[in-house]
Protein backbone atom coordinates (compact mmCIF):
# COMPACT_ATOMS: atom_id res chain seq x y z
CA UNK A 1 0.00 0.00 0.00
CA UNK A 2 1.19 3.44 -1.12
CA UNK A 3 2.56 6.00 1.82
CA UNK A 4 -0.70 8.26 0.28
CA UNK A 5 -3.25 5.92 1.16
CA UNK A 6 -1.99 5.46 4.50
CA UNK A 7 -1.90 9.33 5.12
CA UNK A 8 -5.43 9.46 3.73
CA UNK A 9 -6.93 6.75 5.87
CA UNK A 10 -4.49 8.18 8.98
CA UNK A 11 -7.09 11.31 8.32
CA UNK A 12 -10.09 9.28 7.69
CA UNK A 13 -9.46 7.53 11.28
CA UNK A 14 -9.48 11.52 12.71
CA UNK A 15 -12.14 12.46 10.86
CA UNK A 16 -14.50 9.36 12.19
CA UNK A 17 -13.17 10.28 15.60
CA UNK A 18 -14.62 13.57 15.25
CA UNK A 19 -17.58 12.72 13.36
CA UNK A 20 -18.15 10.08 16.53
CA UNK A 21 -17.63 12.50 19.26
CA UNK A 22 -20.29 15.09 17.78
CA UNK A 23 -22.31 12.33 17.74
CA UNK A 24 -22.35 11.65 20.85
CA UNK A 25 -22.56 15.10 21.84
CA UNK A 26 -25.92 15.64 19.85
CA UNK A 27 -27.63 12.41 20.89
CA UNK A 28 -26.77 13.88 24.68
CA UNK A 29 -28.07 17.18 24.06
CA UNK A 30 -31.43 16.09 22.40
CA UNK A 31 -31.89 12.88 25.07
CA UNK A 32 -32.14 15.89 27.58
CA UNK A 33 -34.26 17.90 25.74
CA UNK A 34 -36.48 14.04 25.10
CA UNK A 35 -36.06 13.74 29.18
CA UNK A 36 -37.49 17.35 29.81
CA UNK A 37 -40.59 17.32 27.31
CA UNK A 38 -41.08 13.65 29.27
CA UNK A 39 -41.17 14.82 32.85
CA UNK A 40 -43.16 18.10 31.60
CA UNK A 41 -45.98 15.86 29.82
CA UNK A 42 -45.01 16.91 26.79
CA UNK A 43 -45.06 15.19 23.10
CA UNK A 44 -41.52 13.79 22.46
CA UNK A 45 -42.04 14.19 18.56
CA UNK A 46 -41.72 17.83 17.04
CA UNK A 47 -41.75 16.33 13.46
CA UNK A 48 -41.69 20.37 12.89
CA UNK A 49 -38.26 21.01 14.31
CA UNK A 50 -37.18 17.94 12.53
CA UNK A 51 -38.12 19.00 9.21
CA UNK A 52 -36.58 21.99 10.00
CA UNK A 53 -33.17 20.83 10.96
CA UNK A 54 -32.79 18.60 7.91
CA UNK A 55 -34.30 21.93 6.03
CA UNK A 56 -31.55 23.98 7.25
CA UNK A 57 -28.72 21.24 6.60
CA UNK A 58 -29.63 20.33 3.22
CA UNK A 59 -29.77 24.11 2.19
CA UNK A 60 -26.52 24.11 2.34
CA UNK A 61 -25.42 20.79 1.05
CA UNK A 62 -28.13 19.99 -1.50
CA UNK A 63 -25.85 17.17 -3.41
CA UNK A 64 -25.89 15.46 0.38
CA UNK A 65 -29.54 16.21 1.44
CA UNK A 66 -30.65 12.35 0.66
CA UNK A 67 -28.31 11.51 3.00
CA UNK A 68 -28.46 13.61 5.61
CA UNK A 69 -32.26 12.80 5.64
CA UNK A 70 -31.20 9.47 6.08
CA UNK A 71 -28.65 9.55 8.08
CA UNK A 72 -30.39 12.31 11.14
CA UNK A 73 -34.11 10.46 10.48
CA UNK A 74 -32.30 7.89 12.24
CA UNK A 75 -30.61 10.02 14.94
CA UNK A 76 -33.63 11.34 15.72
CA UNK A 77 -35.55 7.76 16.21
CA UNK A 78 -32.16 6.62 18.57
CA UNK A 79 -32.58 9.37 20.72
CA UNK A 80 -36.71 9.17 21.13
CA UNK A 81 -36.13 5.55 21.58
CA UNK A 82 -33.12 4.91 23.92
Not at 10 to 30: F, G, H
Not at 38 to 53: H, I, K, M, N, S
Amino acid sequence: MSDKIKELRAELDEVDSKLVSLLKRRIEIAGSIVAKKRTQGLPVDDFAREAAVLERLSAGNPELAPLLKELYGRIFVWVKTH
